[in-house]
């Protein structure tokens, strides 16, 4: 049983993420393996060709800001950073769910839907926040500007669209318990696969 797990920037998809952990689901980390795409000797050309050399600071750090600047900012180097990088990510889901037959494993992405990732999934669990307490977060986090997160935000779906598309919403505005909420969807999904 595969889960698709996502939500907007600042949502606390992460953290949910570590709570399905604790729960003994397989965790694969879309985004985290993508950084590391970057490096592999057939993607790094690719990207080399579409960004060119700013995208990477050193042979093991590439340069967020640029490269979030390019991509929030042309829908053309979007989609093309995206073709490179979201086959090799696929490919190395399916290596990492076939280690573990018969389990609850979790893809976390914070593209599952902009990247068409929900395929294969047979459940999706979007984790949802109020858009202020979001901004608030990553403002905190990562000391962008309202305007830089504003725009982060409008270049992925809207969250409503994804909640529409959820199996499982999970409410992270710090109002309601996150553990219960985890606990009560790995249980329906166990039951619901036997």
């Known amino acids: 049983m595969i889960a698709g797990l996502t939500g ?7 953290i949910v993420a570590r709570l399905f952990e604790l729960m ?5 980390y879309s985004d985290d393996v993508a950084r590391e ?3 592999d000797k ?4 690719q990207v080399l060709a579409l960004l060119g050399a700013e995208a990477y600071i050193s042979e093991s750090e590439i340069n967020k800001t640029f490269i979030s600047n390019k991509i929030f900012g042309s829908k053309q180097h979007l989609d093309g950073l995206n073709a490179i990088i979201h086959p090799a990510v696929r490919k190395k889901f399916e290596d990492f769910a076939a280690r573990y037959p018969g389990q609850l494993v979790v893809k976390e992405s914070a593209l599952l839907f902009e990247a068409a990732l929900t395929s294969g999934c047979d459940k999706i669990i979007v984790v949802a926040a109020d858009e202020e307490l979001r901004i608030r977060r990553v403002m905190a ?3 962008l500007s309202r305007e830089q997160i504003l725009q982060k935000m409008e270049a992925q779906l809207p969250q409503e669209h994804k909640i529409k598309n959820a199996d499982y919403v999970i409410i992270n505005n710090d109002s309601q318990l996150l553990i219960p909420q985890v606990v ?3 249980k329906k999904i166990s039951s619901s696969a036997r």
């Open 8 to 14: 907007g920037i600042g949502s606390g998809k992460s």
């Open 24 to 28: 003994a689901c397989p965790v694969f």
């Open 37 to 39: 795409l970057y490096f």
């Open 42 to 45: 057939e993607i790094k050309p």
């Open 141 to 143: 986090r990562d000391h």
């Open 184 to 186: 009560a969807i790995v």
